[in-house]
């Protein structure tokens, strides 16, 4: 079992930028695929990142190419996510998952653990 907690959404002006955090407890952290996903207001769950178990591989979705960077630091069993040049269009709750197989998918169904969320707001 693994338990995930997400932290460091809040509001923040277009063009800004936060970073979110995802603590992991439970089993070897570096065996779990990370992946970020997103539902926006009136929208279905959408895939932001992901990351490999050992870092080495990460994929990212079309709308947050070149603007948002996925990380983890096994040591500290937490993933990140660094959101920058925000839009407004980027307003979301941001869930944080875990895979068991350790392979950065980019669909949800391949996750088997979830966070709570942590909502982000960008005002225009």
């Known amino acids: 079992q693994v338990q995930l907690v997400e932290s460091g959404g809040g509001l923040v002006q277009a063009g800004g930028s936060v970073r979110l955090s995802c603590a992991a407890s439970g089993r070897t952290f570096s065996n779990y695929g990370m992946g970020w996903f997103r539902r926006a207001p009136g929208k279905g769950r959408a895939f932001v990142a992901a990351i490999s178990g050992s870092g080495g591989s990460t994929t990212y979705g079309d709308s947050v190419k070149g603007r948002f960077t996925i990380s983890r630091d096994n040591a500290k069993n937490t993933v990140y996510l660094q959101l920058n040049s925000l839009k407004p269009e980027d307003t979301a709750v941001y869930y944080c998952?875990?895979?068991?197989?350790?392979?950065?998918?980019?669909?949800?169904?391949?996750?088997?653990?979830w966070g709570q969320g942590t909502q982000v707001t960008v005002s225009s």
């Open positions: 998952a875990a895979t068991s197989s350790g392979i950065a998918y980019n669909a949800a169904v391949w996750y088997n653990y």
